[in-house]
């Protein structure tokens, strides 16, 4: 049983407000080290007890505040009189098959109350129906979730369209461009490209690289609306919690819908490292959210609703990483002249990420990680693409010589 | 029991960063199971009504868990709530999760209330299994042994885990069919390389088994539980037959001293945890890993609530919940794998 954190969700919360769980938040992806290597990246940060929240992806350091910068005015929308799922074809009713017609499955009319409204069942017959339910969309759905490694930092994703583009949290994706190699459900692996990114929300997008299909369409999830949901309802959680494990696969988890606001779905499917990106369907096997974050409490999982990704489809799609979750702006902690030629530091904040990296003013910033750096706007522009707690190394010239440091990215804001 | 509990010494972060490349280690918290803190937790603890574990839920399932209520017991030991246990034979026979008992005198809370003491008949190691023989005369309790040719466990379904009294203690879904779950048992030291003589400590990671029994850097190791140790091969290789959660006698040589250490040995896997990680687990069993086959669940469950019956949503026993073992994972032992091990327990204990 994991605790309540006293900071976690005060009693007095308004309601449809997620409380400010901002101390405890964490994110899902995992990075795996060989077992003396987390040690040795530990005694590199200097050995210091790790700071309160962590980036299970070995970034460092972490927290976070769901959604915090949402409005009060959202209101839940009642699910429409018409069920988006009536009228489905019978090609859409296989048992476990994968299927390259999405993971769709019907739903008897005795669930359709659960479905649009959730609840709780009414006998143990229609909990024994809610139960096949759910196993008729996690046989089908485990097909489309795959597992995400980028680096040694590992999540997941779900394949969206037969022609491959991969939905995920925006802290598995990292940045636009990037190789990503994704482990589909039967074992098999493929190399993808990361596309673009709202950070604000935490929704990334990658597509598998084509030509490695023969032509043939991916299984892929159905897409669901984010827009009808409500407390209370079932979901389906898939995921590799605790990383890849080719002999377990992907695991599952059923709870509920806890809060619904327009930024952030929290449920009671426990999430933990590993899972990032994963999907969350609906008993109708409709992708409705993505895992994002967890809090201490076991009922504290956060998830991107999915219609995010529809609003931002054509900027992220376009290679586009824009935003930061509120507390995640990552920051550097130097100042330079954005007139300057050349990427030059006036001053290093104290305390900051850059002073414990071993950056001095007047180095000349010419290369940050895999970007060359032209001028100040330049290493803002790549400080933004970073997340808190990654370490990346910099490249400077300090008087006549080149040095190279390592910094591990700070958060603000 | 700790023979002998030496000082704890300060251990540095630099010198994990250079034991840790080579050697054999163990983990930062051995019984770390419960604590009352975690208890007054678990009771305070507030489920939404819009919960998958909400009490309309819990309500729901009752009756399955009311099916089987002249088959549950509480199981303490040393006055501790050490785990549930399930009837398994009429005349008294109850199974449990062995790693949570002790030395201590153990008795257990019977379907009618009557604390009765109870003796350990057998054990299986290989799945931290431990039949128990309640003392006294079994025709006047009322238990009933569950029926052991249950089902099995399909991936997706809900599970009900009883506790006494038809209460259930958790709610929840089968998230990965059964599996071997391999263990790591470690003492928690880095031995220096001693090809022929006896293992010498050259680092004791804090937290683990061998820093609470109060293992030195320079400590040799001269025995491992009774058997004369040669060479810090041989030690690790030894060490590393042990389950987690097992307690394991060391022989040592201190300087001019020879003493007797008891360590408790603990996984591998929770010595790469940060604090965090620790913190979004929760507390968990010591002995969680190490089966010959679980059926992975995502039931909250305390730790000292594994050993009773989990029951499929029609009812059927379908496993014994055998470990809480993180955030997203409890484990139960199939019905087939324990109605195997329960038959050769009961002949071993009947003997």
Sequence with gaps: MNRTQPQSIPADAPPRRLAPESLGLRWLGLRRFAFALVLVAAGMAGGQEPR??????????????????????????????????EGLSEADRGRGRKSASGTRVAVPESLQRLLKRGGVPTSLQQLQELEQQQQRVARIASACTVSVRIGPAQGCGVIITDTGFIVTAAHVAMRPGKTAFVTLSNGRQVTATTLGMNRRVDAGLIRINPGQNAGEPWPHASLGSSEDLVPGMWCIALGHPGGY???RGSVIRVGRLLEVRPDVIKTDCALIGGDSGGPLFNIAGELIAVH????????DNLHVPIDHYDYAWDRMAAGKSWGFLPNFKPTLGVTGNQSDEVARIIDVKEGSPAEQGGLLPEDVVEQFGEKMISDFNALKDAVADTMPGERVPIWVKRGATRVRVIVEIGRDG | MIVRSGNRTE???????????VGAWAIPRPAAAQSTSDWLHHAARQTSIAARDSGAMMRLVRPLSESVQRSVVQVFCGGRIASLGTVVAADGYVITKRSELSSDPITVRLPNGEKVAARIGAVRRSNDLALLKIEGDASKWGIEPVNLNGTDAATGGFLVSPGRNGYTVGFGVVGAAARRVDHDGRLGVRFYDTPTGPAMVRGVFPQSGAFDAGLQERDQILKINGNKMLGSHAAIMTLRELYPGEVVRLTIMRGEDMLELDAMMSDERLLQETKNDAKVNGPRNVRLSGFDSVIQHDTVLSPNQCGGPVLDSSGNL????????????????????VAAEVVSMLDESRQ
């Design chain 1, 52 to 85: 309160e929240n962590q980036f299970l992806q070995d970034r460092g350091p972490f927290s976070s505040q769901a959604g915090a910068d949402v409005g009060d005015a959202f209101e839940i929308i009642e699910t429409a009189e018409e069920s988006r799922i």
């Design chain 2, 11 to 21: 251990a540095r972060a630099a010198s994990l960063v250079a034991l840790c490349l």
């Design chain 1, 245 to 247: 494990d080719s002999r």
């Design chain 1, 292 to 299: 994002s974050r967890i809090g201490n409490d076991v009922a």
């Design chain 2, 318 to 337: 379908v496993g014994i919940n055998i470990a809480r073992a993180g955030r997203v994972v409890s484990y139960a032992l199939p019905v087939s794998l």
